[in-house]
């Protein structure tokens, strides 16, 4: 029997950068057994230059992104959400609405590369974003979710969070 898609939405402060990065990783490398989203807590209004310049420059399509409130995913006819996963400080320290599906949570802490104004730091920075949240994708999208109960899937959650290779 083939395991179902799990829905995984990822908060930032923004929504502008993180968040949409690790949203394209998930629907570009993973799309067949995850679904991903994205949202801010005070999202930017704008997806910021660099993650799209990024994205763009690896052959994502970046056209559907934008900079969005969590609210939209705590509305009754939201998608039942299976993971929520935090990647920014800030926005794992806020009180997060009620999700639809009860989820799973974790943290997965990831520097910001949005404010960092020169731009040769700047296209490094998104770039080392990117790469430490490829790699918690693929350590979290390889883990045998359907079999592990919910204590072990929470531990190893976390664990990834402090994935850095």
Same mark, same amino acid.
């Given at each position: 029997? &083939?395991?179902?898609?799990?829905?995984?939405?990822?908060?930032?402060? *923004?929504? %502008? +950068?993180? =968040?949409?990065? $690790?949203? &394209?990783?998930?629907?570009?490398?993973?799309?067949?057994?995850?679904? *991903?989203? %994205? +949202?801010? =807590?005070?999202? $930017?209004?704008?997806?910021?230059?660099?993650?799209?310049?990024?994205?763009?420059?690896?052959?994502?399509?970046?056209?559907?992104?934008?900079?969005?409130?969590?609210?939209?995913?705590?509305?009754?006819?939201?998608?039942?959400?299976?993971?929520?996963?935090?990647?920014?400080?800030?926005?794992?320290?806020?009180?997060?609405?009620?999700?639809?599906?009860?989820?799973?949570?974790?943290?997965?802490?990831?520097?910001?590369?949005?404010?960092?104004?020169?731009?040769?730091?700047?296209?490094?920075?998104?770039?080392?974003?990117?790469?430490?949240?490829?790699?918690?994708?693929?350590?979290?999208?390889?883990?045998?979710?359907?079999?592990?109960?919910?204590?072990?899937?929470?531990?190893?959650?976390?664990?990834?969070?402090?994935?850095?290779?």
């Amino acid at each position: 029997m &083939a395991e179902r898609k799990y829905n995984v939405l990822f908060l930032c402060t *923004g929504n %502008s +950068a993180r =968040s949409i990065l $690790a949203e &394209a990783i998930v629907n570009e490398r993973w799309g067949s057994r995850f679904h *991903g989203f %994205s +949202a801010g =807590s005070h999202p $930017a209004g704008r997806v910021n230059p660099g993650a799209i310049r990024l994205l763009e420059h690896l052959g994502f399509s970046t056209h559907a992104f934008r900079s969005k409130s969590w609210d939209e995913f705590a509305q009754p006819d939201a998608p039942p959400l299976d993971f929520v996963i935090t990647v920014c400080d800030n926005a794992a320290g806020e009180v997060c609405p009620v999700w639809p599906g009860k989820p799973m949570t974790a943290h997965w802490g990831v520097p910001d590369p949005a404010h960092i104004e020169d731009p040769v730091a700047s296209a490094t920075a998104f770039a080392e974003a990117f790469r430490l949240l490829a790699r918690r994708i693929e350590l979290f999208a390889n883990l045998p979710i359907a079999t592990l109960d919910k204590l072990a899937l929470g531990n190893r959650l976390r664990e990834i969070g402090r994935a850095t290779e």
